[in-house]
Nanobody, 117 residues
C-alpha cells in the first residue's frame, strides 16, 4: 500500500502563490505516475497536472504557465508550485499515485486552497 499526505494549502489573495507537497510512504519503490487533482464546490474531481517517474509532465490548459509539477524521488515527494492564483483555482487539491505492476491508484486526504480578496 501507499499512503499520501498533502500539505501547503491555505488562503491566498488573487495573484499570490502557494506550494503544495505530497509525501508518499509505504511501497514507495513501486511509485509510477503521480498527479494533482482538484475538486471545487459542486463540481467533480478533475486532473490538474501529472508527472511520470522520469519527469514527463502534463497540465490542463487553464493552469499552463502558472502551475509547475515536480517530484523529488529521493524524498518520495511530489510538489505543485502554484503562481498567479485566481479565484477559480479555489478547490480541495488531492494527490494521486499509480504503482508499477499495480491495478489500483491511491489518494491523499486533500488540502484546501482558497483564493479570495
Amino acid at each position: 500500500q501507499v499512503q499520501l499526505v498533502e500539505s501547503g494549502g491555505g488562503l491566498v489573495q488573487p495573484g499570490g502563490s502557494l506550494r503544495l507537497s505530497c509525501a508518499a510512504s509505504g511501497i514507495i519503490f513501486r511509485l509510477s505516475t503521480m498527479g494533482w487533482y482538484r475538486q471545487a464546490e459542486g463540481k467533480q474531481r478533475a486532473l490538474v497536472a501529472s508527472i511520470t517517474s522520469n519527469s514527463i509532465t502534463n497540465y490542463i490548459d487553464s493552469v499552463k504557465g502558472r502551475f509547475t509539477i515536480s517530484r523529488d524521488n529521493s524524498k518520495n515527494t511530489v510538489y505543485l508550485q502554484m503562481n498567479s492564483l485566481k479565484p477559480e483555482d479555489t478547490a480541495v487539491y488531492y494527490c494521486n499515485a499509480l504503482l508499477y505492476r499495480g491495478a489500483n491508484d491511491y489518494w491523499g486526504q486533500g488540502t484546501q486552497v482558497t483564493v479570495s480578496s
